[in-house]
């Protein structure tokens, strides 16, 4: 607790002044709707910095006018990036401080950003990232699902076969998954998610965070697809998609019947092997078995 003091006691003491560092690589997190969500030491950053490195200079240009900042831009999207890692390396090798923002929310997290940020890795180039805004913990923050662990898949696939596969994925997990979904594809993939996914397992669909049509949506995928034909307002804006753990999969499954299940898997047929540790520990056969035939898929 005492640590927990003098750690907050250093970071009000931080000087104003040192906002920025030379040479030094900054990951700003940008709001994703609301622009009060920007914070204090974000602004600062920007403000400091010698070069915003930016997804869309021009949308970014609306942010700078709300929080009143003149900034020097310079874009970085998913097509210039190698291009433009090369010339910010250079920049940063020389004592310039650059500053990374994506249209909204933590760049990187199914944003530009990656390709600059490892090669800096790579040259021992300083990165420093802020906390901030990102739509995936937002969402999961207030779903009523276990976050515990999680994973975060990041936009579905688009292509059917791939995304019935990934869905069979996040059916077999013990962990809730998190995902993306643009507005053009919501009701295809809760339309996948209502043939793959079992009545009991959650989706929690989350559209809007931050602004004013904030909305979540708790249910079988069943329902959350009724909710969205519903309205036809309903399908528009920006959604996270959540499916919670596999209801029989999160079963807590002792670590002994694991073993004893595993060392009669070479002897018997799974399925029979899966009965008799089932019927020993008292535990759902199908259970046992799904854990131990998908370890490895998650
Ligand atoms: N880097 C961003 C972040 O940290 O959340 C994500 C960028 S990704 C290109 C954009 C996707 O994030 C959207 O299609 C949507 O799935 C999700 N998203 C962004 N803002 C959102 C919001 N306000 N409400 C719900 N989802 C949002």
């Known amino acids: 607790m005492s640590d927990r003091i003098d750690d907050a006691v250093l970071a009000d003491d931080a000087p104003d002044h040192a906002a920025v560092e030379p040479g030094v690589l900054y990951i700003v997190p940008t ?62 090798q020389g004592g310039a401080s650059v500053a990374l923002i994506s249209d909204a929310g933590t760049p990187l997290i199914s944003d530009p950003g990656y390709v600059l940020v490892s090669e800096c890795r790579k040259q021992s180039i300083r990165i420093v990232a802020l906390p901030g805004a990102c739509a995936a913990i937002t969402a999961l923050s207030a779903s009523g699902l276990p976050t515990d662990r ?35 594809r919501i009701e295809q993939t809760l339309q996948a998610m209502v043939h793959i996914l079992p009545e009991d397992q959650t989706v929690v669909l989350a559209k809007e965070l931050t602004k004013t049509f904030e909305t979540y949506v708790t249910g079988s995928a069943q329902d959350v697809l009724n909710w969205l ?48 540790v089932a019927e020993h520990y008292g535990l759902k056969k199908n259970a046992l078995y799904q854990a131990t035939l998908h370890k490895n898929t998650v």
């Open 31 to 92: 709001p994703i709707g609301n622009l009060g969500d920007i914070t204090h030491r974000a602004v600062q950053v920007l403000d400091a910095v010698d070069v915003v490195a930016a997804e869309d200079t021009r949308h970014s240009q609306r942010l700078f006018q709300h929080i009143g900042l003149q900034v020097n831009m310079l874009s970085l999207h998913n097509h210039n990036e190698e291009k433009r890692t090369k010339l910010l390396i250079s920049k940063l």
């Open 150 to 184: 999680f994973i975060f898949v990041g936009f579905l696939p688009v292509k059917q076969v791939a995304l019935t596969q990934a869905l069979e994925r996040l059916q077999q997990s013990p962990y809730t998954s998190v995902c993306y979904e643009a507005p053009r």
């Open 229 to 276: 034909h519903s309205d036809v307002n309903h399908q528009r804006g920006e959604f996270v998609l959540m499916v919670g753990p596999n209801p029989q999969r999160n079963e807590s499954i002792p670590a002994e019947a694991l073993k004893l299940h595993a060392a009669l898997v070479p002897l018997l047929p799974p399925k029979q092997a899966a009965a008799i």
